[in-house]
C-alpha cells in the first residue's frame, strides 16, 4: 500500500503497550492501511479506505485488532497510501486513533477532497480542530461514560455483550444509537433484539465485512 521508501523503521513493542507519544511532527504510528467497504453502523456498505492507528488505551476481551504493531509514517507517506485507493471515504480508526495528533492528516485528506470519518472508543476528548475537519463520528464506548468535548457524534456504537446494559447508552450525546452484539453469538443478539423492543429509535448494526470475509 506504500513503498517502503515512504516509511521509517518498523518497530513492534512488547505487548501490552500504552498509546503513542503525541507528536508534533506530522508522524503517525500507523498499524496498516487498506481499501475494503464499510462493515458497521450508518456508513453500512460504503467503498472506504481505513488508516489504523496503533496502540490502544483499552483492552477489550473481545478485541480481535493486532493494533501494536507499527510503521512510522509521516502525513505525506499516509496520504499517498491513501490516494492508491478509489474510496471517496476515510476512516481513521485504530486502535484509538485520538491517542495520537491526528488534525495535520486529517486536514490534508480533507483538502485532496476525501471525505472523513473517525471510529473512536470515547475515553479521550477530542481537540476541537478536529470537529472541523472530520465529517462523520463514530464513538463505540468501552468505557462509560463518553468522555468530555465531543461536540458532535454521528453514532454512538455499543457492543453488546454481557455486562453491556441500556442504562450505559447516553443516547443523547448522537444522532443515532447502534447496538452491535458481540462477535453475533446468538444470546447478545437476542439480548440486543430484547434491548430494542424497549428502545425503538436505536438501531441494530452488525459486522457485515466478517459476514463476507472481507478486509
Ligand atoms: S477500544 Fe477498540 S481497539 Fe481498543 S482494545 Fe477495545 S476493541 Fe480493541
Known amino acids: 500500500m506504500h513503498s517502503p521508501s515512504d516509511t521509517q523503521n518498523e518497530t513492534a513493542p512488547p505487548f501490552p503497550d500504552t498509546l503513542a507519544p503525541w507528536r508534533d511532527d506530522g508522524v503517525l504510528h500507523v498499524n496498516e492501511i487498506f481499501y475494503s467497504i464499510e462493515g458497521e ?19 477489550c476481551a473481545f478485541c480481535d485488532t493486532r493494533f501494536q504493531h507499527f510503521r512510522l509514517m509521516s502525513v505525506a507517506a499516509i496520504r499517498a497510501a491513501v490516494r492508491e485507493h ?11 486513533p485520538l491517542g ?12 485532496c477532497g476525501y471525505r472523513l470519518h473517525i471510529e473512536t472508543n470515547g ?14 463520528w463514530t464513538v463505540s464506548p ?9 461536540r458532535r457524534i454521528t453514532e454512538l456504537k455499543y457492543v453488546v455483550g454481557e455486562c453491556f446494559s ?4 447516553q443516547a443523547e450525546l448522537a444522532e443515532r444509537v447502534y ?24 438501531r441494530l448494526s452488525c459486522r457485515l465485512h466478517q459476514l463476507l470475509d472481507l478486509p
Not at 86 to 96: F, M, Y
Not at 102 to 111: D, G, M, N, S, V
Open 41 to 59: 453502523g450508518g456508513r453500512i456498505g460504503e467503498p472506504t479506505t481505513f488508516v489504523r492507528l496503533a496502540h490502544c488505551n483499552l483492552r
Open 86 to 96: 478509489p474510496a471517496r471515504w476515510v476512516c481513521i480508526t485504530g486502535g484509538e
Open 100 to 111: 495520537q495528533h491526528i488534525a495535520p492528516l486529517a486536514r490534508q485528506l480533507l483538502q
Open 123 to 136: 475515553t479521550i476528548s477530542p481537540p476541537a480542530e478536529l470537529f472541523e475537519l472530520i465529517e462523520y
Open 142 to 150: 468501552k468505557r462509560y461514560p463518553v468522555a468530555s468535548g465531543y
Open 166 to 169: 441500556a442504562a450505559h447508552v
Open 179 to 202: 447496538l452491535q452484539p458481540e462477535s453475533l453469538q446468538p444470546r447478545y443478539v437476542d439480548k440486543a433484539l430484547r434491548i430494542l423492543r424497549l428502545h425503538p429509535d436505536w
